[in-house]
């Protein structure tokens, strides 16, 4: 019976080994699939991690961001880094202390691209396991994390086990009796959450402080929307004083057919957008 449980530990932990060294070599080569939930994500991450002389504006955003100026077709002039809307606003800020970190950003534009529903999160849906956790929650973007981060982020096994490449390179949820978020600093808001401010206000100084611009445009629309007020949203804008960075934003809509949509929020072709639809 020893020798049983001898060679069963031995096969596991070979195992284990094994499927870790294959999820490292997947992560690192970008070959994660789609099946993955956050596997796009991981290609702005990289990029953020590269000096970049050329771009002269950089993209952030949500997955209809994503869709509108894809990572994968970055030009010389304008460099997308977007990433999706469960990633959250922390999630955006971490990613531009990346790239801040490693290139001159004097000069340059940033411009956050965010569906008007996107600022009322916070860190409380299921999805900031596989867009928050996994991809930030990291000793690469530690000296970045903030009192706030830290408070919602709690430091337990879970947070931990999800760093392992076995389970970054899988779409493995905890169970919900192993909570790795806090409850306790919640506070939620009408059209632009309290975290959302903080992080919005954290991306502008820090654009600021590079010497580069910063400004926030909406994602395209369903004709549909149109004539929709966004009084929630226009209310915070004005309520914690965005109206600086928000003054493109509501001119800026463009519209397209509810047909071409495949959900309400993305193309089912994007070659419709051309390259440059909002002319950045």
């Known amino acids: 019976m020893k020798r049983f449980l001898l060679k069963v530990g031995l096969f596991s932990s070979l195992l284990f080994a094994v499927l870790n060294v294959t999820g490292w070599l997947l992560i690192m080569t970008r070959r994660q699939g789609h099946a993955v939930e956050n596997s796009q994500i991981y290609l702005s991450i990289d990029k ?73 999160l916070d860190l409380s849906h299921s999805a900031s396991y596989h867009y928050v956790l996994k991809p930030f929650f990291n000793e690469e973007f530690r000296p970045w994390e903030d009192p706030v981060f830290s408070k919602r982020v709690q430091h337990t096994p879970i947070s931990m086990v999800s760093q392992w490449p076995i389970v970054k390179s899988s779409n493995w949820n905890p169970p919900g009796w192993l909570p790795y978020l806090s409850h306790e600093a919640l506070v939620l808001g009408h059209g632009i959450s309290p975290f959302s401010h903080h992080y919005l206000r954290k991306m502008e100084a820090l654009a600021l402080e590079a010497g580069a611009s910063f400004s926030v445009l909406p994602t395209i629309q369903p004709e549909s929307d149109r004539g929709r007020d966004y009084s929630d949203l226009r209310a915070a804008i004005h309520r914690f004083h965005l109206d600086d960075l928000f003054n493109e934003y509501f001119d800026a809509f463009h519209y397209f057919p509810n047909a071409a949509f495949r959900d309400g929020a993305h193309l089912r072709n994007r070659e419709v957008l051309g390259d440059n639809v909002l002319g950045l």
Do not use: C
């Not at 894809?70 to 959250?88: C, G």
């Not at 922390?90 to 290139?103: E, S």
């Open 48 to 120: 953020a991690r590269h000096e970049w002389d050329e771009s002269m504006v950089y993209v952030f955003g949500d997955s209809v961001a994503h869709q509108m100026y894809p990572p994968e077709k970055t030009n010389d002039r304008i460099n997308s880094l977007a990433l999706v809307m469960p990633s959250t606003m922390a999630g955006q800020y971490l990613l531009l202390k990346r790239l801040a970190a490693a290139n001159n950003l004097h000069g340059k534009k940033i411009v956050l691209i965010l569906s008007p529903e996107g600022f009322s």
